[in-house]
């Protein structure tokens, strides 16, 4: 049990009470000085720090460093959008300025997926269609309208009934719709123009293909291109191709062979042999 006691004395030698009104005074605590600011110092410090390597670098000597000259070469490359067609106008005319459907088959996809027959490069289109045209030649369909006879090279009627060859062929170029006002009379579906290899000046180049496929696929062909002068230019296509067919008694044996001489005698003239549009 813890206890607690307490001794009242008086002692008559102690100083007179102090006043209420001076008790109080003396109760209060002093008020406290209000908080430092820390953004001011941090912002500060920080202005010193930045400031710090600008000064040091006053004092350096700044060297300016030369690079080399990198010039950068390149041609313009329509790649599988070309921008223009030959069939629509009867002359290159731009794709945006044609007010017809035309769809056009590039060089560069018909070399990236080896195409071989006009078949393999109208799949690229839409709106064509196929069927096995007995086996002896090109059966193409339009929008729903037979094209057999919608077949053109360089905008020259081409209607014989055989298989087309791709080794003198350029771009293959689908007009769709009625196109009667240019190509005389023809199904409602459209046409099927192939543009030929044309010589090209100041190139001398050459190619040599050979494919060995399934159903005893043999076939050989050959692009070469010389410049003679900066005034003319021939260009000889060959190919050779015998093959047979899932099909029995059934075999394709055909061989091309195009040659063709451009001469540039003056600036707005450039005969072509043999004659094709441009």
């Known amino acids: 049990t813890l206890g607690l006691s307490f ?14 009104s001076q008790l109080a005074a003396f109760s209060r605590r002093p ?9 001011t110092h941090a912002t500060r410090l920080f202005a010193i720090l930045a400031l710090t390597p600008v000064a040091l670098g006053v004092s350096q000597t700044v060297r300016a460093q030369t690079l080399s000259t990198i010039t ?17 106008t009867k002359g290159n005319a731009p794709l945006r300025d044609i007010p017809q459907s035309v769809n056009v088959v590039p060089a560069q996809l018909l070399r990236d997926q080896a195409a ?21 030649r090109d059966q193409v369909m339009i929008r729903g309208f037979t094209a057999i006879a919608d077949q053109f090279i360089d905008s020259v009627r ?10 003198n062929i350029e771009r293959v170029e689908v007009l769709k719709g009625p196109s009667a006002v240019l190509y005389g009379r023809g199904s409602s579906g459209g046409l099927i123009n192939r543009v030929t290899k044309k010589p090209k000046f100041g190139e001398t180049s050459g190619e040599v293909a050979l494919r060995i496929g399934s159903f005893d696929l043999k ?28 099909r029995d008694q059934q075999f394709l044996d ?10 540039h005698l003056a600036r707005p003239t450039a005969p072509l042999l043999p004659p094709t549009d441009p």
């Not at 081409?158 to 080794?167: C, E, K, M, Q, V």
């Not at 010389?226 to 191709?241: D, H, K, N, V, Y």
């Not at 055909?254 to 001469?263: E, G, K, T, W």
């Open 72 to 88: 950068v070469t390149a041609s313009a490359d329509d790649g599988y959008s070309p921008s223009s067609s030959s069939s629509a």
């Open 254 to 263: 055909r061989y091309s062979i195009a040659p063709s001489l451009a001469l």
């Open 116 to 136: 071989q027959s006009m078949q393999d490069a109208l799949r690229n289109v839409p709106g064509v269609a196929f069927s096995s045209g007995d086996g002896q």
């Open 31 to 39: 008020p406290r000085s209000a908080p430092k600011n820390t953004s």
């Open 158 to 167: 081409d209607d014989a009934l055989y298989f087309r060859d791709l080794s």
């Open 7 to 20: 001794n009242m004395a008086t002692y008559p030698h102690t100083s007179p009470p102090i006043p209420h």
């Open 219 to 246: 076939r050989i062909e050959g692009d070469f291109n010389i410049a003679t002068g900066e005034s003319a230019a021939f260009r000889l296509s060959l190919a050779r191709e015998d093959s047979s067919s899932y």
